[in-house]
């Protein structure tokens, strides 16, 4: 009687989990319709600052059950495996890392096949094996880059483009900035003149990017081009879990603040420069811990390597701005100090954090100093070395 009970249990409880996760599948399905109709856009900076907001969800989770729905909504079998019971969202949440819509029936085979735990050691042997088709892309993607500017026939200037996710977020807050300092402006001058129409005050938001970014080239032509450290309040945000930074190979986050993916190595270029803060977080994916933002690169520190490099330090370069980068990364248990820093322009310092796979040296297997074997950093090292 006792065994037959526990029986029962045990098929409520594995009844019961169905549920759940097909009521997970619809609940990914609402964020994705409501993410693309921007239904968050009434204060919020993201789909995931909303449900953090709305249903209680720590923000990091929030993340996650974006980047999940988003995926799905290009992965039909595995959202109906979801939907079904079949799969658990733990299972699917770690094939949606790698899933394509070309490798999906095969990764849903293994879904099926394996306990979660199985399914993520797959997934994290499966990343390895896809680093050079996700080297590729990104390639491609870098390729694809374009701006497009012409004058129309009466006068005008029209635009037309394609950026890298992180310039187009740099793009994006730069913009927020210049229409904040606008906005700023025109309060300031109806103080001085008085109540004005009110539709002649705010125009709409196509014509605010507009002027904002007018505002923009004229500020850049005005005090030159030279991006210097980036302001507090608008800034990319990169969120990013300690094993990728250390190991690219490693499965965790790799996002924008919007839920746009980027890839590992980007995340660590950007890291190499830039305010960090720690986050710990419990088993439940719920911050628990919080540290003081610090600087990667503490600003006297990077005066004395401006003084010293005074420009792009990659072999015959010499472009006078730069970025910071740590010759062996501080994920890596580099040290932040003088000797472990260079100076690269944006190119070289994504040059050479870009694996190539093209070159019979990355796929050597041999280990630098760098934690890598991207020939760009050995051809830095070798000239540093030299200096």
């Not at 330090?313 to 040290?335: D, M």
């Amino acid at each position: 009687m006792d065994t037959l009970s526990l029986d029962r249990l045990g098929d409520e409880i594995a009844e019961l989990s169905a549920h759940l996760d097909a009521a997970t599948a619809r609940l990914l399905d609402l964020i994705r319709e409501f993410d693309a109709r921007e239904g968050w856009n009434t204060g919020f900076r993201s789909c995931a600052a909303w449900l953090s907001w709305r249903v209680g969800l720590d923000l990091g989770a929030a993340r996650e059950r974006v980047r999940v729905a988003r995926a799905l909504g290009t992965l039909p079998r595995l959202a109906r495996a979801l939907a079904w019971g079949e799969l658990s969202y733990a299972k699917v949440r770690a094939l949606t890392r790698v899933a394509t819509p070309e490798t999906e029936e095969r990764l849903l085979a293994v879904g099926r096949a394996g306990t979660a735990d199985h399914v993520e050691r797959i997934v994290r042997g499966w990343r390895r094996m896809d680093r050079k088709a996700e080297a590729a892309e990104a390639a491609r993607r870098h390729a694809s880059r374009a701006l497009h500017v012409y004058q129309d026939e009466d006068g005008m200037v029209t635009l037309r483009g394609r950026l890298a996710p992180e310039v187009g977020a740099v793009l994006m807050q730069a913009l927020a900035a210049a229409r904040e300092t606008l906005y700023q402006r025109a309060r300031s001058q109806n103080r001085d003149t008085g109540p004005a129409d009110v539709s002649a005050e705010t125009p709409p938001m196509a014509q605010q990017q507009a002027d904002a970014l007018g505002l923009l080239a004229e500020t850049a032509l005005h005090h030159g081009i030279d991006p210097g450290a980036p302001a507090e309040r608008y800034q990319v945000v990169v969120h990013v879990d300690a094993p990728v930074l250390a190991d690219p190979d490693q499965p965790g986050q790799s996002v924008l603040e919007d839920g746009a993916r980027v890839s590992a190595e980007t995340s660590r270029r950007l890291a190499c420069d830039a305010s960090r803060v720690v986050m710990q977080h419990g088993r439940d994916g719920r911050v628990v811990e919080v540290a003081a933002r610090t600087r990667t690169i503490p600003p006297a520190l990077r005066r004395a390597l401006h003084h010293r490099d005074r420009g792009c330090r990659f072999p015959g370069c010499g472009l006078r701005f730069g970025q910071g980068h740590h010759i062996r990364h501080w994920a890596q248990g580099g040290p932040t100090t003088l000797s472990n820093l260079a100076l690269l322009c944006r190119r070289h310092h994504r040059a050479v954090h870009d694996r190539s796979i093209d070159s019979p040296m990355a796929s050597s297997g041999s280990a630098d100093r760098t934690g890598g074997c991207c020939p760009m950093s050995r051809v830095l090292l070798k000239y540093l070395a030299m200096q």
